[in-house]
């Protein structure tokens, strides 16, 4: 489906004072740098937790109201990425996903986590695989790639590659990130987007860093899911049935790749845990079930 540029509301206070009082940020100091994350929940002597790895785009804060519904059941940190929010940035110019994975792994050390589902959301699913298959494989107990990107590291794409990179880095300069805040979130919804929806797609847009955002083009371009499959945990891969900029088509692809279980989001576009908070957070608290149970993919 086509999208036109639509100027996205701004959040009620309700949203904002929830995520203040129910989702703040916090902050870890790790060995590269300060890291920072949002919590909710509370972890029993040697459980699980649920982490959450936020897409380009976005930050700590879009996972809100599924982290919420899943407090109840455990620990759920989202963190903001390097070079998101308040966390320090990587030191490489063009990072890849293994320095991501690094920072992640020095965060999960700091706050103790022992063993987590991990959860990455877009390009964050490029984190979370990378992470898995070396550093977090005894760690994670269970992967759950939402609206996956495969990367544009293949020699193969090298043409889009570039397209890719000379795109994101023109408009970023165009517009800026205030620019691409107002007008690009119904491209990241389904056909309807609720109000509230674009609302909060915006809010988490508008609070990215450049210098940041222009490591993770970087690392989009330079990364390839491939060398992370197969991976040595089980792992399951959803997306949005009405997702324009990971289509279904090529989440299913990834799947396959991983020979992993697939699932559609009904009515739900890209940022599907900002849409469908509701249908996420039922889809971790199955995968937080199958992996605190021992059972293999459904």
Known sequence: MMHTDTLAPEPSPETLQLLDSRFAER????????????????????????????????????WLHAALRLAARTRVIAWDAPGYGNSARLQPASPGAEDYAARLHQMLDALGIERCVLAGHSLGTLMATAYAHDLGKKRVARLVLLSPTRGYGNPALAERQQAVRAERLRTLDEVGIAGMARTRPAKMLSSKPAPEALAWVRWNMERLDTAGYRQAIEMLCNADMARYAPAPVPVEVHSGDEDTVTVPANCRAIAEMFGAPYGSIAVSGHACHIERPEAIAAILENAYAAATAGAAPN
């Open 27 to 62: 902050s870890v100091q790790t060995a590269d740098g300060v890291q920072c994350y949002r919590e909710a929940g509370s972890l029993p002597a040697g459980g699980t937790a649920v982490v959450l790895l936020h897409g380009i785009g976005s930050g700590a804060g879009s």
